[in-house]
C-alpha cells in the first residue's frame, strides 16, 4: 500500500448493517459501546481494517452463521486513525458477523461523540452528550468504516438514565426499563443505508413541540428544557421546507421522521444527520416577535439547508470527500429556493449575491483552489467547509440554472436523484443526468468552473456594429500567472438601442467575441440579472453611460454587481480609489439594502486599511454618504414599510454610528438605547442590534458591564449574541483586555470564543493588543476551541494590516502552522498582504 493511501480503507471487508449499543455516562464523561456489524467479506483474508480513534478495544471477534467464534486481536495505526483487526485464520469469502466491544471518551472538542453543558432555570449545571461525525468523526465514537462509500444500514440502541431523552436517526421502536438498574434502554429502527457521518445520537433532558406530520414522518423542535417556547419559527420554516423539497425533487422524505435538536454546544451551524439534525442554538430557537428581519433569515436558511440534505447529501452521497461540494452547494442552492418560496418579501435570490460576492472575494486570490479537488487525508477534507465549497459552489449552480431554465435543470436533478438514491455518486454523475435530461453540454461548461480556480473578469468595449467581449483571469495580486485560463462563461446581455432594448444569452468560450447590436448602443449591462459568476469591466464610455442613469437602467441586483466589482478592481489597483468614492456619491438616494451592504462593507475595510492621518478623511466622506441616506429613511418605523427597509434603517445607522463617526449619530443612539432598556418595544426590533453596536463603538466601562450582564443573563440565543460581540466593539486599553481574556477563562462557551477573538482583531483599536495575546495564549486557544473554528478565528489577521505586524503574523504562522486549515491560512495571509499593499498604495491619497 502505498504512502500516500495508508489513511484510506481496503475494499476487501465492507459492511452491510451495524447493529450498535452505547451506554454513556454523562457525570464521568465516558461510553461503553458494544456492536454487531455484519460484513460481507470480498476475499480470502486475515485482517480487517476499520477507522477507530480514541477507543479502547475490550474484544472483537468474526463469526459466520452456524460457525465457530473466531476470536481476533487489536494493532491500532494511531496516525491514520485506524485498527487492524487480525485472526489466527483466514476469513472466507462471504458473509460474517463481525463482534466488537469498546470503550471512549465524551470530549469536550464538540466533535465525534462529545459531551456539553448547559444551566437550567435554577442555575443549576446539567449535562448532555451530542455526536457531530462530519466528516471523519464517527470513529470516535464506534469502530467503523468511516468513508462516505462505505454506506450501511444502522440500528442504534442508547441506554441512558431513565429521566433522559434519547435521539437517533429514526424512530424509536422500544424503551424498557435495565433490571437492577436506574437505566432504561433505548432501541430505535433501522435507518436507509447511509454513511457513518450521518450518524447520531443525543442524551440529555429535552423537551419537544408536538409533531407535526409531514407525508408519513412526524417532525418536532428540541430544546433543553425552558427553550421550547422558541422552536416555533423553525417549525414552521422546517414543515415549509421539508414539503417544498419533496416535490421539487418528486421523492418522498427518505427518513421515517425529522427532529430539529438545539444543542448548547455545537461547532458549526448545523449538521444534517438524517432524522435528526442537529443545530447551534442561535440557528434554530428563536423569538419571532423580538429578532431582526436577518436573525429570522438565520433560522429560516440553516433549517431549509439542512432539510435539503436530506435529500442532497444523505440520500445521495459523494463517493469521498473531494466532491464535498455535491452536497454543500446543492443545500445551499436549495435553501435559497425554499426561503424565497417562503417569504419572497425578503427577495432572498437578490439578497445572495452577497454570498457569491463573498466567495469572489476569496477566489480572486492566488491561493484559492478549485471547487473540487484532490482530498487524500482527513484534515484536508476538514478543510473543505468553506465559502468556495458552498458560496461558490451554489453560484455556479444558479448561473447554469439559468442558463438551462429552471424546469429543465430541475429535471436533470430529478434524473439524479432516481440514479443514484441510497447509494453514492461523483460530479460526473450530475453532470451526465442534467445532460440526459437537457441535451445540453452541461459538462463541457461546468468543467471549467468547478475543476480550475478562479473566474474571469469580462471587458466590455464598443465596437462598430456591436460590442466586444474579452475574458482574462481575475486577481487581486496580478503576476501574470494563469492568464491563459479560459472559461465556458455564459454571458446575460442587455442593451439599450435606438431601436428598443436588446437582451441575449450567449457563451463566451474563446478570449474575445463580438456581439452584434441592431444598431450603436447607449447603454449596455453584462451579467443582467446578476447570475454570472464573474466581474465586469466597462469602457470608460460604457461606465459613463451606466452612471448616468444607474436607477433607470440597472436592477438593484446589477447596481450591486456594479458597486462590487469597481470596489474589487480599486482594491486590485485596476481603478483608482477616487474613482471608487466618486461611484459612492451617486448612491445617496439608493434604497437597495445588499447595495448598501457592499458599500458598508467596503468602508470598514478602508477603516482598517488607512493610516490614522487619512482616517478623519474617510469618516467626513463616508458621512457625506451615510447622513443622506440616513436622513431620508429616518429612524422611525414608516407605516407600509417593509422589512428589508426597517433593517436597512439600522445598517446605515450603524455605519453612520460606527464606521463614520458620527456625533449626532451616536448620541440619538445611546438616547433610544436608553428609551429601549425601559420599554423593549419603543424600538423597532431591526435597530436595535444598530444601537448596541454604536454603544459599544462609543461606550465606557459602566456600558461594558451593563452589556456583560446582558450577554450573561440573555433571555434567546440571538440577544445572547449580540451582546457577546458588542463586546468586541469597545475601545478601551482595559476594556479590549478584558474581552481577550473572556476568550480563554470559561466564561464564554468554546462554540463562541474563536469568533469572539475574530472580531477583536478586525477592530482597528483593539488589533494590536488582541494580536498580542493571540500569540500568548495560542497553545492555550488550541487546547480549548473545535479544531475546525482555528481557522476561522485566525481570520481576524486581515486586520493587522500594518507592515510590522505582517511580518510577525507571517513569522507566527511559519512556526505554528494550523494542521486542519493549511489553504484558509494561505488565503487570510495573502489577504493580508493585499491590505498592506493597498496601504501602501493610497498612502498619499487626499479622501476628503
Request: charged share 25%; with cysteine; hydrophobic share 40%.
Amino acid at each position: 500500500m502505498s504512502d500516500q493511501k495508508t489513511h484510506r480503507l481496503p475494499p476487501t471487508v465492507t459492511p452491510e448493517r451495524y447493529e450498535i449499543r452505547l451506554t454513556p455516562d454523562l457525570s464521568a464523561a465516558r461510553f461503553d459501546g458494544e456492536e454487531k456489524i455484519v460484513v460481507q467479506v470480498h476475499e480470502p483474508v486475515r485482517q480487517i481494517r476499520l477507522n477507530a480513534a480514541e477507543l479502547v478495544f475490550q474484544a472483537v471477534s468474526m463469526q459466520q452463521p452456524g460457525g465457530a467464534v473466531l476470536p481476533g486481536d487489536v494493532t491500532l495505526d494511531g496516525d491514520n486513525e485506524q485498527a487492524a483487526l487480525n485472526f489466527h485464520q483466514t476469513l472466507a469469502p462471504g458473509c460474517w458477523e463481525l463482534r466488537i466491544s469498546f470503550s471512549g471518551v465524551l470530549n469536550d472538542k464538540l466533535h465525534g461523540f462529545y459531551r456539553s453543558t448547559y444551566k437550567d432555570n435554577d442555575g443549576q449545571e446539567k449535562p448532555l452528550a451530542s455526536t457531530q461525525f462530519e466528516s471523519t468523526d464517527a470513529r470516535r465514537a464506534f469502530p467503523c468504516w468511516d468513508e462516505p462509500a462505505f454506506k450501511a444500514v444502522f440500528q442504534p440502541t442508547l441506554v441512558v438514565d431513565q429521566g433522559l431523552t434519547a435521539i437517533s436517526n429514526t424512530r424509536i421502536v422500544g424503551e424498557t426499563p435495565v433490571p437492577g438498574t436506574a437505566k432504561k434502554e433505548v432501541v430505535f429502527a433501522d435507518s436507509i443505508r447511509m454513511s457513518t457521518y450521518l450518524v447520531a445520537f443525543i442524551v440529555g433532558e429535552f423537551e419537544s413541540t408536538d409533531p407535526v406530520t409531514l407525508g408519513n414522518a412526524p417532525l418536532r423542535v428540541w430544546a433543553v428544557p425552558g427553550k421550547k417556547h422558541l422552536a416555533k419559527y423553525a417549525e414552521q420554516i422546517g414543515s415549509f421546507s421539508l414539503t417544498h423539497f419533496a416535490e421539487y425533487y418528486g421523492i418522498p422524505y427518505p427518513g421515517d421522521k425529522l427532529d430539529l435538536i438545539a444543542i448548547p454546544d455545537f461547532a458549526s451551524g448545523a449538521m444534517e444527520n438524517l432524522g435528526a439534525i442537529t443545530f447551534r442554538e442561535t440557528a434554530l430557537l428563536v423569538d419571532s416577535e423580538k429578532a431582526t428581519r436577518g436573525e429570522l433569515e438565520r433560522v429560516a436558511d440553516v433549517v431549509s439547508h439542512e432539510n435539503a440534505h436530506m435529500w442532497f447529501g444523505d440520500l445521495v452521497t459523494m463517493k469521498w470527500w473531494n466532491g464535498l461540494w455535491l452536497n454543500e452547494a446543492f443545500a445551499t442552492f436549495m435553501e435559497m429556493l425554499a426561503v424565497d418560496a417562503w417569504k419572497p418579501e425578503w427577495r432572498r435570490w437578490d439578497s445572495f449575491t452577497v454570498s457569491r460576492a463573498a466567495a469572489m472575494q476569496i477566489d480572486g486570490l492566488k491561493s484559492t483552489r478549485p471547487i473540487e479537488f484532490k482530498v487524500e487525508k482527513p484534515e484536508e477534507a476538514a478543510g473543505m467547509f468553506d465559502v468556495l465549497t458552498y458560496e461558490k459552489g451554489a453560484s455556479v449552480l444558479r448561473m447554469l440554472e439559468q442558463y438551462l431554465g429552471a424546469e429543465r435543470f430541475r429535471d436533470g436533478i430529478r434524473l439524479y436523484l432516481e440514479r443514484h438514491q441510497y447509494a453514492n455518486a461523483e460530479t460526473t454523475d450530475l453532470w451526465d443526468a442534467i445532460e440526459d435530461s437537457t441535451h445540453q453540454p452541461v459538462r463541457a461548461l461546468m468543467d471549467t468552473w468547478i475543476f480550475q480556480p478562479g473566474y474571469p473578469v469580462i471587458t466590455v468595449a464598443q465596437r462598430s456594429g456591436g460590442i466586444a467581449l474579452s475574458q482574462r483571469l481575475f486577481r487581486y495580486l496580478d503576476d501574470a500567472a494563469g492568464s491563459e485560463r479560459r472559461w465556458l462563461v455564459p454571458i446575460f446581455l442587455r442593451a439599450g438601442t435606438r431601436r428598443g432594448v436588446v437582451t441575449k444569452t450567449v457563451l463566451l468560450a474563446d478570449q474575445e467575441l463580438l456581439l452584434e447590436l441592431p444598431d450603436e448602443p447607449d447603454w449596455v449591462v453584462v451579467n443582467a440579472g446578476g447570475h454570472g459568476f464573474y466581474r465586469v469591466r466597462y469602457s470608460d464610455e460604457l461606465m459613463s453611460g451606466l452612471k448616468q442613469a444607474l436607477h433607470r437602467i440597472l436592477s438593484s441586483v446589477e447596481r450591486f454587481g456594479l458597486v462590487n466589482d469597481t470596489w474589487a478592481a480599486t482594491v486590485a489597483g485596476l481603478t483608482p480609489l477616487s474613482e471608487y468614492l466618486n461611484l459612492l456619491d451617486l448612491l445617496r438616494d439608493e434604497s437597495d439594502i445588499n447595495v448598501w451592504t457592499t458599500v458598508i462593507g467596503s468602508a470598514h475595510h478602508l477603516n482598517r486599511i488607512l493610516d490614522d492621518a487619512q482616517r478623519a478623511g474617510l469618516q467626513q466622506r463616508l458621512r457625506s454618504v451615510f447622513a443622506p441616506a440616513v436622513q431620508r429613511i429616518g429612524w422611525l418605523v414608516r407605516e407600509g414599510e417593509s422589512e428589508l427597509e426597517s433593517q436597512l434603517r439600522g445598517d446605515l445607522i450603524a455605519a453612520l454610528g460606527t464606521v463614520a463617526e458620527d456625533k449626532a449619530c451616536q448620541a440619538r443612539a445611546r438616547d433610544l438605547y436608553s428609551q429601549y432598556e425601559r420599554n423593549a418595544n419603543a424600538v423597532d426590533r431591526n435597530l436595535v442590534p444598530a444601537l448596541i453596536s454604536i454603544v459599544a463603538h462609543t461606550g465606557t466601562a459602566a456600558d461594558y458591564e451593563k452589556f456583560y450582564g446582558k450577554f450573561k443573563n440573555a433571555q434567546t440565543p440571538q440577544e445572547e449574541q449580540r451582546y457577546l460581540f458588542a463586546l468586541a466593539g469597545f475601545r478601551q486599553p482595559d476594556l479590549i483586555q478584558r474581552t481577550c481574556r473572556l476568550t480563554i477563562n470559561g466564561e464564554v462557551r468554546t462554540q463562541n470564543s474563536p469568533y469572539l477573538m475574530r472580531n477583536v482583531l478586525l477592530n482597528p483599536e483593539a488589533r494590536v493588543r488582541a494580536w498580542g495575546f493571540m500569540k500568548e495564549h495560542w497553545d492555550e486557544m488550541l487546547r480549548q476551541y473545535p479544531d475546525n473554528s482555528i481557522p476561522r478565528m485566525c481570520e481576524g489577521i486581515i486586520g493587522l494590516a500594518l507592515p510590522d505586524l505582517e511580518s510577525d503574523v507571517r513569522d507566527f504562522f511559519a512556526r505554528h502552522p494550523v494542521k486542519q486549515g493549511a489553504k484558509q491560512m494561505e488565503q487570510h495571509l495573502e489577504r493580508l498582504r493585499i491590505a498592506v499593499v493597498c496601504r501602501e498604495r493610497w498612502q498619499h491619497h487626499r479622501l476628503s
